[in-house]
Antibody
Framework: QVQLVESGGTVVQPGGSLRLSCAAS????????MSWIRQAPGKGLEWLSY????????YYGDSVKGRFTMSRDNAQNSLYLQMDSLTAEDAAVYYC???????????????WGQGALVTVSS | QSVLTQPPSVSGAPGQRVTISCTGS?????????VHWYQQLPGTAPKLLIY???NRPSGVPDRFSGSKSDTSASLAITGLQAEDEADYYC????????????FGGGTKLTVL
């Protein structure tokens, strides 16, 4: 069965950096685009970024563009989110989600991880 | 401010029917992009509930249905059950924002 497991969530100081990981299993990871989505405490869902199957195409939302970097390692079935210059507004649960497959152009998230909590506090 | 607009809350008694609206614009739903719905039970990750406007993934009860018209979409839940109490989010794509996926602000469903 499809599984996505995030890790790396912790407490980080304002201005600090953090890298989140997402381990995928149960499907051919390299055949799927992947996305990161976050949810601030008590708030709604915010799409952050997506990456193509090869990693050659990456899109970012305005709120994280220039500060966050998404990457993937298909050999390790892993997805990453490098987060720099963190502020209190970045405190949230971060989800990785399976996006479209390489051969089909849709834009839904059919599987989600359980989330990784990032707290930004001094 | 979300690009897709949902009511913050809706409620209904067990057995009743409720609908949740999702209003967009000509650059997203009105441009022909599909709408998807997610259910988020308290303390859990969102789960895909309806995809491509009106399709249910395997395992989703047929009490849940979706529709889309012009620049808006709706999620309907019939035969409301206590276990349906959750947050519901619509999601689509916007052609003014390359590659972007967009969410509604979410709707809290309370079963009275």
């Amino acid at each position: 069965q499809v599984q996505l497991v995030e890790s790396g969530g912790t407490v980080v100081q304002p201005g600090g950096s953090l890298r989140l990981s997402c381990a995928a299993s149960g499907f051919t990871f390299g055949d799927y685009y992947m996305s990161w989505i976050r949810q601030a405490p008590g708030k709604g869902l915010e799409w952050l970024s997506y990456i193509s199957t090869s990693g050659s195409t990456i899109y970012y939302g305005d709120s994280v563009k220039g500060r966050f970097t998404m990457s993937r390692d298909n050999a390790q079935n892993s997805l990453y989110l490098q987060m720099d210059s963190l502020t209190a507004e970045d405190a949230a649960v971060y989800y990785c989600a399976r996006d479209r497959p390489f051969n089909w152009n849709y834009d839904r998230f059919d599987y989600w991880g359980q989330g990784a909590l990032v707290t930004v506090s001094s | 401010q979300s690009v897709l607009t949902q009511p913050p809350s809706v409620s209904g008694a067990p057995g009743q029917r409720v609908t949740i609206s999702c209003t967009g614009s000509s650059s997203n739903i009105g441009a022909g992009y599909d709408v998807h719905w997610y259910q988020q039970l308290p303390g859990t990750a969102p789960k895909l509930l309806i995809y491509d406007n009106d399709n249910r993934p395997s395992g989703v009860p047929d009490r849940f249905s979706g529709s889309k018209s012009d620049t808006s979409a709706s999620l309907a839940i019939t035969g409301l059950q206590a276990e349906d109490e959750a947050d519901y989010y619509c999601q689509s794509r916007d052609n003014s924002l390359s590659g972007w996926r967009i969410f509604g602000g979410g709707t809290k469903l309370t079963v009275l």
